[in-house]
């Protein structure tokens, strides 16, 4: 038997993949998973209050850890930086052991109820990116990377889901036109900001930027961080 909430929420969380292909991550699939583990219903409950919910997120966070365990084993070094990231977002995709999990995930955390836990579960993911990639910004970029990467990687989870070729090229192709998007939006904006032209007019948005910055826990768990001058 489990010993530590951890323990138990991960024997749960092994009981219900069984179920989540044909029940989703529901109230059914979850008293499976008691059922099957024969772990307590009130220890169960105890450690995920909200049941399927806190099994679903628990399932995502073990994807993280996968691919953070991926990306420091791998060599990354010789690779262009979007290529890095290109290359972390692939190993989450991969991290994932069933299509079908994933889809009724987000079909899950698509609920009203539930889509603030999504929401932070995908920036999460991709502030571990940025983290485990070496990124050190301490002002507004910490939440823009976050911000569109975000993007990037929701938009390739749903094109990844519908993805029957070999390999899953067109997703990683796909990936690759997201992310030479974004390079191309960071190309311009650094044009406007050369702009002697238009240096007067960003004064006073660069000098509101200049105040924001990122939260002093490094998972970013203080958000949203402060908009005061840091001493």
């Not at 050190?136 to 939440?143: A, E, I």
């Not at 569109?148 to 036109?177: C, E, I, K, M, N």
Request: charged share 25%; glycine share 8%; proline share 6%.
């Amino acid at each position: 038997m489990p010993h530590t909430p951890d323990d138990t929420r991960d024997q749960l969380l092994d009981a219900a993949l069984v179920h989540v292909p044909f029940d989703g991550w529901s109230a059914a699939s979850f008293d499976a998973a008691v059922a099957d583990t024969g772990i307590d219903p009130g220890l169960a409950r105890a450690t995920c209050p909200r049941g399927a919910v806190d099994l679903a997120l628990a399932f995502h966070d073990r994807g993280d850890s996968v691919m953070q365990e991926r990306i420091a084993g791998a060599d990354l070094d010789d690779m262009r930086f979007r290529d890095r990231i290109a290359a972390a977002v692939r190993y989450r995709l991969e991290a994932a052991e069933d299509k079908e999990l994933v889809r009724r995930g987000m079909t899950l955390f698509a609920l009203p109820q539930n889509a603030a836990d999504g929401t932070k579960a995908i920036w999460n993911t991709c502030g571990l990116i940025w983290q485990a990639l070496g990124d050190t910004s301490q002002d507004v970029n910490w939440y823009t990377k976050r911000a569109t990467l975000s993007g990037v990687y929701s938009a390739t989870v749903l094109y990844w889901l519908g993805d029957d070729s070999p390999g899953h090229q067109a997703t990683w192709d796909f990936l690759d036109r997201r992310i030479d998007n974004v390079m191309q939006i960071e190309k311009l904006k650094a044009q406007v900001r050369s702009n002697p032209a238009l240096k007067p007019l960003l004064a006073g948005p660069n000098w509101l930027l200049g105040q924001i910055h990122a939260p002093k826990d490094p998972g970013g768990n203080d958000l949203p961080g402060s908009v005061r001058p840091r001493n």
